[in-house]
């Protein structure tokens, strides 16, 4: 008998359905994991269950009780906790304070009402003893190891009496001893009657601690099958499984064997190992696009590569020529740009409007000293700012609108035309398309295929398989900081992509 | 008139609007002495020394920061020019060895804020402490009087304009021109924007705000060799708590607190209204305490009127 059933659940936010007419259940005792690759509705289900979202339709029935949605009340009292992956313990309180948030044992001391400590920390240490965390319950848990704080949460969601907790890549910073213990606790809660959510893209864990799988893609419920019967192999086809190959927009091109790379990285690695011992080329006229999953060391990469983030190692060749890059001043006045991920927070400043934006990098570029002389000249960069912004077809008022008051693809495109008109040639697209419409999306992929024509060096870094599939001309792909593999477009699928980028080892 | 006519109207205006309006108002209140020409000159001269301090704290303010230490600069100094003076050294030497202090105060400052990555509240609340005591020290806590005559001509007058005000005016200018014809101005503009946006458009972030602190410096130790021409003596508690009317005079000039907003000219105003308030408060007998309750409701109605009449959008 199933003690939670979620049926025919459709989430839809303004724009994108997240999750369409998904149907899941979770026996007591048993690990469920929820698979699928970044974007498939784990998160949306997660944060269904926690209440942080209301479905738009469907049912969810917990030990036999009928909602329709949940507060977070409401899932904190149907006996439902989640541990994020981003862990939410409080980190001055001690860890029986955490376990007993909300919750403090009082009692009366000369007609005052206080604490009661003796209780808490009694009560605190039988749940501790029960996951096997020797600590003191008054410790602070900014003292603890991020291992242990986990296991606080977990202490904290049977203190709470969960029955359902629902963990979110639980082992991603946990070293493999630290994951053999978190599975053993695991284990302890499914004999004590315990169902567990788990999502993980460790394929080789979820086949050693899943009793069941569901796999979601693109927000639809694709299959739920019993772990006993599968082998990790079998597990990547299922997150993928789009039957049709995403087509490919440029034209087919292979890279003679003498031809020199315009632009090359050779061993990057930076400082705090979010990336490790990274090599690429990048010849004229391709797009190089980067796959791998979020957190893979991607993003932290290509921050070393133009300056932003400090590296301990590492060489790059523009045109055979080596750049010396300590910051991004430098990367700027050599030629390489970064459109980065996040427009709002690192890539457009609130208080211009869409020439200034323009003419920053181009003013800080003409000037010398780090822009410590030189003049600006407002009329020819608001000349400049009108050529690009009609050449990439910016939908604006005009150049004095507000940068901020654009959407997203347009506030893309201004800060795109803002490379152009420093004259790179090396371009950096940390997820150039996230948060944009779809007719500014193809827009965007045309520009970057207009420019690497033009013999410019184009680096796309992307989350979604389909558009790397179309867009680039050869694929590299990230595991953990490091590249695990290079496939050329006319024998890159997704499931290639996704082999090399979880870890099946 | 529209919303969004009035919001370009007030952004523009604004400051200068306040300050009509206080014009008036002094005015009825003291028709007889407010409104004569040697009153509004002196409303001026007073106004000099917030002027001076303002521009510093507005290229503080400029990057999303804020220079709490500026009083104590200016002290400093003051004491600096002072001192060199009594030893019989040049005027010219002095004065340079006294900005070269207060620069070397604000480089620290701007160090502190970059290496240390504190906020530039807390780091300024420290210095501005430690400055002070510096101040101490030197003097054994009593005042540096008996100076050289040139000390005191500094702010003597030509023809009728004092010449506090002609530096006020040579000064606005060149900072003028720096923010709006310079890259390195639009550069703190960006800053004070997006400061990572800025460093990822190839702006050294480090640079910009150890510079912009260092302005703070020079101009505050400028406002500081004013103050000391003024008084014609330099006390180590000089310039104590004038941090808020540099503040102030930047708010109530239109620059907003989380950077990146403000003109030179609005904190020109800004500074002229504080010296109006003190100016027209005293001519209608009204005491320093109340002038002091009056100037900080000023400053909490000007912030919120900002906020009634921007755009919300913005952070």
């Known amino acids: 008998m199933e003690y939670l059933e979620m049926r025919n659940i459709t989430m839809k936010f303004p724009g994108v359905v997240a999750l369409d007419n998904v149907s899941f259940n979770l026996k007591l005792g048993e690990v469920h994991v929820l698979l699928g690759e970044n974007g498939a509705g784990k998160s949306t289900l997660v944060k269904i269950l926690s209440g942080i979202n209301k479905p738009t339709q469907g049912e969810i029935i917990i030990n036999g009780k009928s909602f329709s949605s949940l507060t977070p009340r409401s899932s904190i009292e149907n006996k439902i906790a989640v541990i994020y992956q981003e862990l939410s313990v409080v980190d001055n309180l001690s860890i029986a304070e955490n376990l007993f948030l909300g919750k403090l044992p009082k009692k009366k001391k000369m007609g005052v009402t206080v604490v009661d400590k003796n209780y808490m920390y009694k009560e605190a240490e039988k749940y501790l003893k029960e996951i096997g965390l020797k600590r003191d319950p008054a410790t602070l848990v900014q003292d603890l190891p991020i291992s242990e704080k986990q296991m606080v949460e977990i202490a904290k969601a049977l203190c709470a009496e969960a029955k359902i907790i629902i963990m979110d890549e639980p082992t991603s910073s946990l070293s493999i001893d630290e994951t053999n213990n978190l599975f053993k606790i695991i284990e302890h809660l499914k004999r004590n009657d315990i169902g567990i959510i788990y999502i993980s893209h460790k394929l080789p864990e979820i086949k050693q601690i899943g009793d069941r799988v569901t796999v979601l893609k693109d927000g639809k419920y694709v299959k739920t099958l019993n772990m006993s019967d599968l082998e990790v192999k079998d597990l990547v086809p299922l997150m993928i499984g789009r039957e049709i190959k995403s087509k490919y927009l440029g034209e087919k091109r292979t890279v003679p064997d003498d ?84 427009r709002r927070e690192t890539g457009f400043f609130y208080n211009f409007p869409i020439w200034k934006e323009i003419a920053v990098s181009t003013s800080l570029k003409s000037s010398k000293m780090g822009g410590f002389t030189g003049l600006v000249h407002n009329k020819s960069e608001r000349k400049a700012a009108g050529e690009y912004t009609k050449k990439l077809n910016v939908k604006c008022t005009g150049i004095d609108q507000m940068t901020y008051n ?73 595991r953990d900081g490091e590249i695990s593999g ?3 477009n006319d024998e890159a699928t997704e499931e290639k992509i996704m082999m090399l980028a979880v870890n099946i080892d | 008139m529209t919303r969004e006519k009035f919001q370009s109207f007030w952004n523009r205006f604004g400051t200068l609007c306040v300050l009509i309006f206080l014009f008036i108002g002094f005015t009825i209140g003291s028709p007889k002495y407010f409104p004569k020409p040697s009153n509004l000159i002196q409303c001026i001269l007073q106004s000099a020394v917030y002027i001076l301090l303002a521009f510093g704290e507005f290229f503080t303010i400029l990057i999303a920061g804020i220079d709490l230490s500026v009083g104590s600069v200016a002290c400093f100094a003051g004491i600096i020019v ?75 007058y030509i023809a009728v304009i004092p010449k506090p005000v002609i530096y006020v005016i040579i000064v606005g200018l060149l900072l003028m021109f720096f923010t709006t014809q310079t890259v390195a101005g639009r550069n703190l503009y960006a800053l004070g924007g997006n400061k990572q946006s800025a460093w990822y458009s190839g702006i050294n972030i480090k640079n910009y705000t ?17 103050m000391l021409a003024r008084v014609g003596a330099a006390e180590p508690t000089a310039g104590d708590g004038y941090e808020t009317y540099a503040i102030a005079a930047c708010i109530i000039g239109g620059a907003s607190l989380f950077g990146g907003k403000g003109r030179i000219w609005g904190v020109v105003l800004g500074g002229i209204i504080i010296g109006t308030i003190n100016n027209g408060l005293n001519i209608m007998n009204v005491s320093s305490f109340w002038q002091k309750i009056v100037m900080g409701a000023l400053i909490i109605a000007s912030v919120a009127l900002e906020r009634l009449v921007s755009n919300k959008t913005k952070k």
């Open chain 2, 210 to 226: 150890i510079f912009a602190h260092t302005l703070s410096g020079i101009l505050a130790g400028l406002a500081g060799i004013v």
């Open chain 1, 259 to 342: 031809e020199q790379p315009i632009f090359e990285v050779r061993n990057l690695t930076r400082k705090d190992g979010t990336c490790r011992n990274i090599s690429f080329e990048v010849y004229k006229g391709e797009i190089l696009g980067f796959a791998g999953l979020i957190g893979a060391g991607r993003t932290e990469c290509m921050e070393g590569i133009f300056g932003a983030k400090p590296i301990s190692s590492g060489e790059i060749y523009y045109k055979g020529k080596k750049l010396e890059i300590k910051n991004t001043y430098d990367a700027m006045k050599q030629g390489i740009a970064m459109v980065t991920e996040n």
């Open chain 1, 486 to 488: 290079i496939l050329n």
């Open chain 2, 82 to 156: 002072a001192e060199l003076s009594l030893k019989g050294v040049s005027p010219v030497i002095c004065i340079i060895v006294g900005l070269i202090g207060a620069a070397l105060c604000g480089f620290i400052n701007g160090v502190l804020i970059h290496a240390l990555d504190l906020h530039p509240f807390v780091v300024t609340l420290g210095t501005n402490t430690i400055f002070r005591g510096i101040c101490l020290v030197i003097t054994g806590g009593n005042p540096v009087f008996n100076l050289p005559k040139w000390v005191k001509s500094l702010s003597s």
């Open chain 1, 406 to 478: 654009l959407s997203g693809g347009n506030q893309q495109k201004v800060i795109i035309s803002k490379w152009l008109a420093v004259n790179s040639n090396v371009f950096i697209f940390d997820e150039p398309t996230k948060g944009i419409d779809v007719g500014a999306k193809s827009e965007i992929y045309s520009i970057m295929r207009e420019m690497a024509d033009e013999g410019k060096a184009i680096i796309m870094v992307s989350s979604e398989m389909p558009e790397l599939l179309s867009t680039c001309d050869r694929i590299i792909v990230f």
